[in-house]
């Protein structure tokens, strides 16, 4: 027997399918356009830890600078043991804030290579 609701299943089930294949494309550039944003981000992060790590390395100089004078000064009687130690204090925190401008740097370029899933050419 013959229904009238079976001969219009076909169309409903493709128009169904029609509108599946057009939401999967939303989908797909939805997730593209989040891809690349994600990427873009931490490319910026990348470039942003790289300037970390250079004014961490001016700091690093500025500090051992200061404590090689603080040392002489104090070597002469002209500074107290407060000044040295205090000079030694910065030093170390600009030292700690290198490392942890290196740990930036290396965790930017590892985020960058398991978004692009492949190994970033980097020179040593």
Same mark, same amino acid.
Do not use: H
């Given at each position: %027997?013959?229904?009238?609701?079976?001969? +219009?299943?076909? +169309? +409903?089930?493709?128009?169904?399918?029609? @509108?599946?294949?057009? !939401?999967?494309?939303?989908?797909?550039?939805?997730?593209?356009? @989040?891809?690349?944003?994600?990427? @873009? %981000? !931490? =490319?910026?992060?990348?470039?942003?830890?790289?300037?970390?790590?250079?004014?961490? $390395?001016? %700091? =690093? &100089?500025?500090? $051992?600078?200061?404590?090689?004078?603080?040392? /002489?000064?104090?070597?002469?009687?002209?500074? &107290?043991? &407060?000044?040295?130690? /205090?000079?030694?204090?910065?030093? /170390?925190?600009?030292? +700690?804030?290198?490392? /942890? !401008?290196?740990?930036? =740097?290396?965790?930017? =370029?590892?985020?960058? $290579?398991?978004?692009? $899933?492949? %190994?970033?050419?980097? @020179?040593?």
């Amino acid at each position: %027997s013959w229904n009238i609701l079976n001969a +219009f299943s076909g +169309f +409903f089930q493709s128009r169904a399918i029609k @509108k599946e294949a057009i !939401a999967l494309g939303y989908t797909i550039a939805d997730t593209k356009q @989040k891809m690349t944003l994600q990427l @873009k %981000s !931490a =490319v910026e992060t990348y470039y942003t830890s790289l300037a970390t790590l250079k004014q961490s $390395e001016i %700091s =690093v &100089t500025s500090a $051992e600078e200061n404590y090689r004078v603080i040392k /002489n000064q104090y070597d002469q009687s002209a500074a &107290t043991m &407060t000044d040295l130690l /205090n000079a030694s204090v910065l030093l /170390n925190e600009a030292k +700690f804030a290198k490392s /942890n !401008a290196i740990y930036g =740097v290396i965790s930017s =370029v590892y985020n960058i $290579e398991r978004l692009i $899933e492949s %190994s970033l050419p980097i @020179k040593e």
